[in-house]
């Protein structure tokens, strides 16, 4: 069973940096891809960014400059580096691991249970 654990949410104010992490129970190298997601009271999950087994990266627009994403094989664990932080980063932050491509029959998704982030001063 794969367990995803983030953590490293707070409350912070505008303009200020958080660094999150994800720890995985074992090692991420064999996960395709891995990435951060938010959700806001009231507004659908959404994509803060991605990377693969392969390093390339992705980032939604809204964050893109701000915030990096990265992994520590080593040490199984993924990181979302944030900086300038404004209020609408305020989200619940989620941790997500794909062991494959969506087209392979079969592919398993991993979540792990979030973590708060509050910008506000």
């Known amino acids: 069973q794969v367990q995803l654990v983030e953590s490293g949410g707070g409350l912070v104010q505008p303009g200020g940096s958080l660094r999150l992490s994800c720890a995985a129970s074992?090692?991420?190298?064999?996960?395709?891809?891995m990435g951060w997601y938010r959700q806001a009271p009231g507004k659908q999950r959404e994509l803060v960014a991605t990377?693969?087994?392969?390093?390339?990266?992705n980032y939604a627009d809204s964050v893109k400059g701000r915030f990096t994403i990265s992994t520590d094989n080593a040490k199984n664990t993924m990181y979302l580096q944030m900086v300038t932080l404004k209020p609408e980063d305020t989200a619940v932050y989620y941790c997500?691991?794909?062991?494959?491509?969506?087209?392979?029959?079969?592919?398993?998704?991993?979540w792990g249970q979030g973590t708060q982030v509050t910008v506000s001063s």
């Open positions: 990377i693969t087994s392969g390093g390339s990266t």
């Open positions: 074992g090692s991420i190298f064999r996960f395709y891809v």
């Open positions: 997500k691991a794909d062991d494959g491509p969506a087209w392979v029959p079969g592919r398993t998704s991993y």
